[in-house]
């Protein structure tokens, strides 16, 4: 199902190799950054997340890296597979007391040739 | 635990007519978002709730756009009356209190003929 933009970046890797998507946040006071899957026809499914007093986070083959300095962040897919294929989208916020407000990213679209 | 529930899963209407989508979110949950997601403009923010309080309607398009939280279970957002360019998916997602990891509900997909 459509649910993304037609002109996102796409990456596309073979089965089995290392993805890498980039994302490049604009608010320096942000503070909370998260990764996001969306599949077609799904909601957004979170990945996982990195706090700014940590440079680099490791889940299970996926880490994300942080460098605060120019503002970048990075996802890693170790081993991508056909599953992995799909739009991802990183995300920030810097904390509220009242809310958590996200910024979202514009997506990059995996897709994983088999 | 179910996720956040969105209903319907599609909606076709003709113009000018009413509609009210529905999200319950997560038990638990404090925060809830209501947000849209088109091809051209990716996913937008519309408003938020914190303890079923309005914290920030800024992304509400127009005065047909209307959201409610009655109570921690449910918020339903109006659009009155619908126009053909308000047709996107339009997503709920709640949050717990003291994290900011949002859970996106499987969305409603609109369609204004």
């Known amino acids: 199902g459509e649910s993304v933009g037609l002109h996102l970046p796409t990456l596309s890797v073979q089965e089995g190799d290392n993805s890498i998507i980039n994302c490049a946040y604009s608010?320096?006071?942000?503070?909370?950054f998260i990764w996001y899957k969306q599949e077609s026809g799904k909601g957004p499914q979170f990945i996982i997340d990195i706090r700014s007093n940590m440079d680099k986070r490791q889940g299970q083959r996926v880490t994300v890296l942080l460098n605060k300095t120019v503002k970048h962040l990075s996802l890693q897919i170790a081993a991508t597979q056909p599953g992995d294929s799909a739009v991802y989208f990183c995300?920030?916020?810097?904390?509220?007391?009242?809310?958590?407000?996200?910024?979202f990213g514009g997506g990059t679209r995996l897709m994983v040739k088999p | 635990d179910a996720g956040v529930i969105q209903s319907p899963r599609h909606e076709v209407t003709e113009m000018g007519q009413e509609v009210t989508l529905r999200c319950k979110p997560i038990?638990?949950?404090?925060?809830l978002f209501w947000y849209r997601q088109t091809m051209m403009r990716g996913l937008e923010l519309l408003i938020y709730?914190?303890?079923?309080?309005?914290?920030?309607d800024s992304g509400m398009p127009e005065d047909r756009f209307s959201a409610k939280m009655p109570n921690a279970s449910f918020s339903t957002l109006k659009i009155q009356p619908s126009e053909p360019r308000d047709s996107a998916v339009y997503f709920c997602a709640s949050s717990p209190t003291n994290t900011d990891t949002q859970y996106f509900g499987p969305g409603t997909r609109l369609t204004v003929l």
């Open positions: 995300a920030e916020t810097r904390a509220y007391n009242a809310g958590n407000m996200l910024t």
């Open positions: 709730f914190n303890n079923n309080v309005p914290i920030d």
């Open positions: 608010n320096s006071a942000s503070d909370y």
């Open positions: 038990s638990g949950h404090n925060s």
